[in-house]
């Protein structure tokens, strides 16, 4: 049945109308009850940590138990499949990290579209990578190490934490920027991967500084880059890639919060708002410090166009370095 076009547009706008109330009734009553934060990684490591930082303020803030629950498996698509499939009420949140925006490209099969399965929040917190070499290729700034690596093509190797991690693919950034041929190695994890790097028997990587930053301020590994625009503050002699005359290449390992698609607005600007409240906190950006990671709070409508642009991004590196699940 065709309506007429006035008839059409009265029904629509009262649906908007309604549908609008009922999100603004649903954000004065919430939290009403428990609030799930789904952590699609291991308990104990930066992104479980700073979630459960940042969600036990939100409990006393908003007065109901936000709880963490860790759901593994597949690389961190079965915790963001099972967030992208809850309802979208503001009950079960996502804390997510890289693997939101790699693994729909490294696996066409991922049970979630990073765009159309979620509604962002805020990005809480980031962490900059960074070039590292052991201290026994005496390379002492980046200059050195590219000169040494075009010098020897396909004689040295990197560490990460396996196919298709952050730490990977940045590697594969820095070779095509740098023009230069040094062999992968995967590791089964971010913690084996560095020890083989501090060890020397894969002496570069391309790590979080949170993962590095031990190392290097021990004197076992040298820090020549970071992937950032600026220089961290946990590092401030590292400089940046464009100090090191490389391009401007970007690649931060962040922490972000989503909701499954469809949330009430009201409720995603409520939870926006405490969260960044919670960022301000004192004792939340000493432990953040203390993690190596940097509270960022974008807004949801940044945070959205971010997504867009990291899946981009990480896509094309993939496809140039023909980058497939193993």
């Known amino acids: 049945m065709t309506l007429p076009r006035r008839q059409f547009l009265q029904i629509a706008a009262g649906s908007i109308l309604s549908a609008s109330s009922k999100g603004g009734a649903a954000a004065q009553t919430y939290p009403s009850r428990s609030v799930r934060v789904i952590v699609p990684v291991g308990a104990g490591g930066a992104n479980d940590t700073s979630t459960r930082l940042i969600a036990q303020k939100l409990s006393e803030s908003l007065k109901q138990q936000f709880y963490v629950e860790n759901v593994l498996g597949a690389g961190g698509n079965i915790g963001m499949a099972a967030a992208a499939?809850?309802?979208?009420?503001?009950?079960?949140?996502?804390?997510?990290?890289?693997?939101?925006?790699?693994?729909p490209t490294l696996n066409p099969?991922?049970?979630?579209?990073?765009v159309r399965d979620f509604t962002p929040v805020t990005i809480m917190c980031a962490t900059p990578t960074l070039v590292v070499a052991h201290t026994s290729l005496g390379t002492g700034s980046l200059k050195d190490l590219v000169a040494l690596l075009k010098a020897n093509p396909g004689k040295f190797s990197y560490s990460s934490a396996g196919t298709g991690t952050p730490g990977h693919l940045a590697g594969e950034l820095f070779k095509s920027a740098?023009?230069?041929?040094?062999?992968?190695?995967?590791?089964?994890?971010?913690?084996?991967a560095m020890n083989s790097t501090v060890g020397g028997h894969t002496p570069i990587s391309f790590p979080a500084l949170s993962t590095a930053a031990p190392s290097i301020l021990g004197g076992k590994i040298h820090g020549l880059a970071v992937m950032s625009p600026k220089r961290s503050p946990t590092l401030p002699d590292v400089p940046t890639l464009i100090e090191g005359n490389l391009a401007d290449l970007q690649a931060d390992v962040f922490v972000g919060i989503l909701l499954p698609a469809g949330a009430p607005r009201p409720i995603v600007e409520l939870l926006h708002r405490e969260i960044v409240k919670a960022l301000a906190l004192p004792d939340v950006r000493e432990r953040l410090a203390k993690l190596g990671f940097d509270p960022i709070g974008t807004t949801p409508d940044e945070f959205a166009a971010w997504i867009k642009t990291?899946?981009?991004?990480?896509a094309k590196v993939m496809r140039d370095a023909n980058i497939r699940m193993p």
């Open 109 to 114: 099969k991922t049970p979630f579209d990073p």
């Open 310 to 314: 990291e899946v981009a991004k990480w």
């Open 178 to 192: 740098a023009g230069v041929d040094i062999i992968h190695v995967p590791f089964s994890g971010g913690g084996p």
């Open 85 to 103: 499939r809850a309802a979208p009420d503001g009950y079960t949140m996502l804390s997510a990290a890289p693997s939101l925006v790699i693994n």
